[in-house]
Structure formats: structure tokens, C-alpha cells
């Protein structure tokens, strides 16, 4: 089993920035992709970025393109997002979550395991 613990998150100011973390414990890791979601209140959940395992390619939902960066750490089973130029808009709850095998990013069933989540809201 693996599991997910995100952190990172808090309270910021329209235009300001957060980095949130994730951590992978268990057993052997080593996922096809990691990705980062995140679910505003009375919504759906959305995909937001995610960074495949074994080379680092990266993928971006179009809201958070060219403000987020997400990045890995292999060594230490950790995968990050960089949230820059935050808005309102951006406040919900951030989930990460590991993909075990190949198959599209952008979709959340696709995601065998998820963190518990850690809220983002963004004061305008």
C-alpha cells in the first residue's frame, strides 16, 4: 500500500505564491505519473498538473498553465507543485495522487492512490 501526505497549503493574498509537497511512503514506489488535483467547493474535482515518473515530462490544465510548476524529487518519493500569480480562483482543496500504470494523466479515475488533501485559499 501506498500512502500520500500533501503539505504545503494556507491562507494567501491574490498575486502571491505557495509550494505545496507530497510524500510517498510505503512500499516500493515508482508510479507511472504523479499528478495534482484539486476541488473547490461544490465542484467537481480537477485536473491540475501532473509529471511522469521515469523522464519528467510534464502536463498542465489550462487555468494554471505557465503560473503552476510541478517537479519531482525521486530520491525522496516527493513530488511538488509551485503555485505562482494565485487568484481567487485557485482557493480549494489540493490532492495528489500517484498512477500506477500507463493511460491518460488528465484523468482522475485513473489514480490508484490520493492524499488527504490541503486547502489553498487565495484572498482577493
Known amino acids: 500500500q501506498v500512502q500520500l501526505v500533501e503539505s504545503g497549503g494556507g491562507l494567501v493574498q491574490a498575486g502571491g505564491s505557495l509550494r505545496l509537497s507530497c510524500a510517498a511512503s510505503?512500499?516500493?514506489?515508482?508510479?507511472?505519473?504523479m499528478g495534482w488535483f484539486r476541488q473547490a467547493l461544490g465542484r467537481e474535482r480537477e485536473f491540475v498538473a501532473a509529471i511522469l515518473w521515469s523522464d519528467g515530462i510534464t502536463y498542465y490544465g489550462d487555468s494554471v498553465k505557465g503560473r503552476f510548476t510541478i517537479s519531482r524529487d525521486n530520491a525522496k518519493n516527493s513530488v511538488y507543485l509551485q503555485m505562482n500569480s494565485l487568484n481567487a480562483e485557485d482557493t480549494a482543496v489540493y490532492y495528489c495522487?500517484?498512477?500506477?500504470?500507463?493511460?491518460?494523466?488528465?484523468?482522475?479515475?485513473?489514480?490508484?492512490?490520493w492524499g488527504q488533501g490541503t486547502q489553498v485559499t487565495v484572498s482577493s
Open positions: 510505503g512500499r516500493t514506489f515508482s508510479p507511472y505519473a
Open positions: 495522487a500517484a498512477k500506477r500504470f500507463r493511460g491518460s494523466v488528465y484523468a482522475k479515475y485513473e489514480y490508484s492512490y
